[in-house]
C-alpha cells in the first residue's frame, strides 16, 4: 500500500509493482524478472532489461521514456507514452494507449502495435521490426522509415518523406502523404482502398501491389511490375513506366498521361479502357477489351489477342505488328494500320475487321493468316507466311508485290486492283481474285503474275498494262478488257476463258497445253495459240484486224477437238476487216 515511491540510485524490480501515487526512479531500473509496473505517474532515468518482459500501466499522464532503455524482451504500455531517442527490444513492443515522440526516434524489435497511433510532434521516426508492425493513425510524423514489414489502416501524414523498405500490407482504407514517398517491398491491399499524395516529386512503385480495391495517386507515379486492383486505379498526376508493368482492375484513367518510357505495358480491366495519352510504349498487351479514338503507337508489338478493340472515331495503330484474333469492334470508322519498323506483322491466324469501314495497311505487310476487311488498302508489298483467303464485301487495292511461296485468294464483291506484279519475285503456290457472278465486281491487273500452280480470274478483268500469266492453269471466268495492252500466258495446264467478250486487246498470246475458249476474242494485233490442243466447247469468233491468227505451229500441231452442245456451235474466224493471215496447224477436227 505504498503510495508515492521515489529510488536515488539503482533499483532491481521483478514481478507486480505497483503504487498509489508517482514513482520516480533516478537511477536505473534492472529487471529480475518479467515485471508489471503501475501506478499515477512515472519517470525513469534508465531500464536495464536483463531479457524480461516489461509492463506500464499509469493513470496519471503520459509516462516519458527518453533515457537509456536495453535489454526488455516485450515491452507493454498501457499508459500513454512519450517516446524520444532509441528504444530496442529483442521482442514485441505493444502500444495499447496513445504514444508521442518528443524527438527523433528510433523503435527496434520482433514487432510493433499502435493502437491508438502515434502523435510524432514534427519528429523523425523509424521502425525496425523483423515482423509486420501494425500502425493505427500516426499524425504528425517529419520523416517516417519502416525497415520492416508494416501494416497500415487510415491516414499517414507526414510532413517529411516516407521509406517503406518492407512489405506494406493495408488492414484498412489506406491514404499516404507528404513531401517524398519510396517503396522498396510489395503491397498488399487485402481488398482496401489506397491512395498516395506526396508533393515533393515522383512516387516509385516498382514492387508488386496486388489486391488492392480502389487506388488514387494524386503525385506523380513511376510504375514497374505488377498493379492489381479490384477496382479502379485513377492517375491524377503524372504517370511513368519504370520497367516492364501489368496493369489489372475494373478501369483506370490518366489526367496527365501516360510515358512509358520503351517499357512493355499489359493492360487487364474489365471495363473497357480507352488508350488515350499513353506514349513511348515497348509492346503492348491487352488482355481485355479495350478503345481508341486517334493515334496508338508503340515501338513494338501491339497484341490485342481474344479481347475486342472498339473504335471509337477513324485511328491509327503503328507498331511493328499486331495480333487481333477477334474482330474488332471498328463501328464503321477507318483504320490504319502503320509500321514503326521495316514492316508490319499480322501474325494470328485469322485477323478480322469486318466492321471497319476502311482498313489501311500503309506499310509492308507480313501475313501469315486470313484477313478480313469490309474495304481494304495494302500501301506496301505483301509477303505470304501461310497460304491465305483476303476477303470482304467491297473494293481492295493492293499498291505494291505480292510475293511468297503459298497460295493467295481474293475474295471481294467489288473492284479489286494489283498495282504491281504477283509472284515476280517468289512464285505463289497458286492465285485466285474475285468471287464471280455479280455484275459489280471486277480484276485490274497492272503487273504480271507467276505461280507454281492454278491461276483464276472469277469476275471481269481488266488490263492496265502488259500483262504476262506463268503458272499451271489459267482460267479467265469473265470477260476480259484489255484496254489496248497485251495478254502474254504461259501455262504447263489448261487456259480457260469462259466470258463473252474479251476485246481491245492489243495482242494474245498462249503457250499451254491445252486451250479452252469461248465467245469473242478481238485484237488489234497478232493471236497465237502455241498450244498441244485447241478445244471448242461453245461458240468462238477470233478477230485480229490487220493481225494474224496461229493456231498451232509447223513443227508442233495442234490437236483441233470440238465438242458441241446441242445443236451445234459456230467458230468464226476473222470477219470482213480481216486483213491479216490466218494459220491453223492441226488435225483431228471432231464433232
Do not use: C, W
Amino acid at each position: 500500500n505504498v503510495t508515492d515511491f521515489s529510488a536515488s540510485g539503482d533499483v532491481e524490480l521483478g514481478g507486480n509493482f505497483s503504487t498509489a501515487g508517482a514513482q520516480n526512479f533516478g537511477g536505473n531500473v534492472s529487471l529480475a524478472g518479467d515485471t508489471s509496473m503501475s501506478g499515477v505517474n512515472a519517470t525513469f532515468s534508465g531500464i536495464i532489461g536483463n531479457d524480461n518482459n516489461l509492463s506500464l500501466n499509469y493513470s496519471g499522464g503520459a509516462i516519458s521514456l527518453g533515457g537509456s532503455y536495453s535489454g526488455i524482451a516485450d515491452f507493454t504500455a498501457e499508459t500513454d507514452v512519450n517516446l524520444n531517442g532509441s528504444f530496442s527490444t529483442s521482442g514485441s513492443q505493444t502500444y495499447n494507449a496513445s504514444a508521442s515522440l518528443s524527438g527523433d526516434t528510433t523503435l527496434t524489435g520482433i514487432s510493433a502495435s499502435f493502437a491508438k497511433g502515434l502523435e510524432g510532434g514534427g519528429n523523425d521516426l523509424t521502425l525496425n521490426f523483423s515482423q509486420a508492425s501494425t500502425l493505427g493513425s500516426l499524425s504528425k510524423i517529419n520523416n517516417f522509415t519502416s525497415e520492416g514489414a508494416v501494416d497500415l489502416n487510415g491516414t499517414l501524414d507526414t510532413s517529411g518523406s516516407q521509406t517503406y523498405n518492407g512489405n506494406l500490407t493495408l488492414s484498412g482504407d489506406t491514404s499516404l502523404s507528404g513531401t517524398t514517398g519510396s517503396f522498396a517491398g510489395a503491397v498488399e491491399g487485402n481488398g482496401n482502398n489506397f491512395s498516395l499524395n506526396f508533393t515533393g516529386g515522383e512516387i516509385a512503385l516498382g514492387g508488386s501491389l496486388s489486391g488492392i480495391g480502389d487506388f488514387t495517386a494524386d503525385s506523380a507515379v513511376s510504375l514497374g511490375g505488377n498493379l492489381s486492383t479490384s477496382g479502379s486505379q485513377t492517375y491524377n498526376a503524372n504517370a511513368s513506366l519504370s520497367g516492364a508493368t501489368t496493369l489489372s482492375g475494373s478501369s483506370f484513367s490518366f489526367a496527365n498521361g501516360l510515358d512509358a518510357g520503351g517499357n512493355d505495358l499489359t493492360l487487364n480491366f474489365s471495363k473497357t479502357s480507352t488508350l488515350e495519352n499513353i506514349s513511348n510504349i515497348g509492346n503492348f498487351t491487352a488482355l481485355d477489351d479495350v478503345a481508341i479514338n486517334g493515334t496508338f503507337a508503340t515501338a513494338g508489338f501491339q497484341n490485342y489477342g481474344t479481347t475486342q478493340l472498339n473504335l471509337l472515331g477513324d485511328s491509327t495503330l503503328e507498331a511493328t505488328g499486331f495480333e487481333f484474333s477477334t474482330e474488332l469492334a471498328g463501328n464503321d470508322h477507318n483504320l490504319t494500320l502503320r509500321s514503326v519498323g521495316s514492316s508490319i506483322s499480322l501474325s494470328n491466324q485469322i485477323s478480322r475487321f469486318g466492321s471497319v469501314n476502311s482498313l489501311t495497311i500503309a506499310d509492308d505487310l507480313d501475313l501469315a493468316g486470313n484477313l478480313l476487311a469490309h474495304t481494304l488498302d495494302l500501301q506496301g508489298n505483301v509477303s505470304l507466311a501461310a497460304t491465305v483467303d483476303i476477303y470482304g464485301d467491297n473494293d481492295a487495292t493492293f499498291r505494291g508485290a505480292i510475293d511468297g511461296a503459298h497460295g493467295l485468294d481474293v475474295l471481294y464483291h467489288g473492284n479489286i486492283t494489283f498495282l504491281e506484279d504477283i509472284g515476280a519475285t517468289t512464285p505463289l503456290q497458286q492465285f485466285s481474285a474475285g468471287y464471280g457472278g455479280s455484275d459489280t465486281e471486277s480484276i485490274t491487273l497492272h503487273g504480271n503474275v507467276t505461280t507454281i500452280g492454278n491461276q483464276f480470274f472469277h469476275a471481269y478483268t481488266v488490263l492496265a498494262s502488259d500483262v504476262t500469266t506463268t503458272g499451271g492453269q489459267v482460267s479467265f471466268s469473265g470477260d476480259v478488257d484489255g484496254a489496248g495492252n497485251n495478254l502474254t500466258i504461259h501455262s504447263t495446264g489448261s487456259t480457260i476463258f469462259s466470258g463473252n467478250n474479251h476485246t481491245n486487246l492489243n495482242e494474245l498470246a498462249i503457250t499451254a497445253d491445252e486451250s479452252n475458249i469461248r465467245g469473242l476474242v478481238s485484237t488489234s494485233g497478232n493471236q497465237s495459240y502455241a498450244v498441244e490442243k485447241f478445244r471448242i466447247s461453245e461458240n468462238l469468233t477470233l478477230l485480229s484486224g490487220a493481225g494474224n491468227i496461229n493456231i498451232g505451229s509447223a513443227q508442233n500441231e495442234a490437236e483441233l477437238n470440238a465438242n458441241p452442245k446441242s445443236g451445234g456451235f459456230n467458230l468464226a474466224i476473222g470477219d470482213a476487216n480481216q486483213t491479216g493471215d490466218v494459220a491453223i496447224y492441226g488435225y483431228g477436227i471432231e464433232g
